[in-house]
T-cell receptor, first 114, second 113 residues
């Protein structure tokens, strides 16, 4: 149980285009989903917290207009990187929780912006 | 701001030996701690957790120790195996932060044959 998937697992895009990453909780309802970014050989940095049906809460320094988060249902959250640039290339990881302490992590999405 | 950090960025151990990975945290309000294992190109994998009302918890081949006095957390892996090679992160959370996780900087564990 408690499986979280991400799609796509990797994506390559041209600079200036937008990329959408999906995060799904497959066997439970996720009231809260978290989005992290991880650069090579670094730790996970929380980007934003999203609750189903409400606006996401972004961490300091994360541009909400650049990283659009939608949590339209209890099993799906999406992160859209708008007008992507090479510096946005990173490993994006989501996690999902159902109200308690535990977060279940997805397998991550590798983004490469050319 | 508050942060969670690790003492050692890399650790190499012989197969079969025990491994100890350390973590320091600074947020005294933290009441829940987790150790994650992350293999290359994958998401974090839960290993073991501990609440602040405990000082030791054991799992299969792993033990977590919590010392609230000095704000220190450690992960002990018994009889380390090649499959244990990965990056290990500690993370902390508290009710006041809506259970957001703050991750440490990570330790690369390499198991030598």
């Amino acid at each position: 149980g408690a499986v979280v998937s991400q799609h796509p697992s990797w994506v390559i895009c041209k600079s200036g285009t937008s990329v959408k990453i999906e995060c799904r909780s497959l066997d439970f309802q996720a009231t809260t989903m978290f989005w992290y970014r991880q650069f090579p050989k670094q730790s996970l940095m929380l980007m934003a917290t999203s609750n189903e049906g409400s606006k996401a809460t972004y961490e300091q320094g994360v541009e909400k207009d650049k990283f659009l988060i939608n949590h339209a249902s209890l099993t799906l959250s999406t992160l859209t990187v708008t007008s992507a640039h090479p510096e946005d290339s990173s490993f994006y990881i989501c996690s999902a929780g159902s109200g308690g302490e535990t977060q279940y992590f997805g397998p991550g999405t590798r983004l490469l912006v050319l | 701001g508050e942060s969670v950090g690790l003492h050692l960025p890399t650790l190499s151990v012989q197969e079969g030996d025990n491994s100890i990975i350390n973590c320091a945290y600074s947020n005294s309000a933290s009441d829940y701690f987790i150790w994650y294992k992350q293999e290359s190109g994958k998401g974090p994998q839960f290993i073991i957790d501990i609440r602040s009302n405990m000082d030791k918890r054991q799992g299969q081949r792993v033990t977590v120790l919590l010392n609230k006095t000095v704000k220190h957390l450690s992960l002990q892996i018994a009889a380390t195996q090649p499959g244990d090679s990965a990056v290990y992160f500690c993370a902390e959370s508290n009710r006041g932060s809506a259970r957001q996780l703050t991750f440490g900087s990570g330790t690369q564990l390499t198991v030598l044959p």
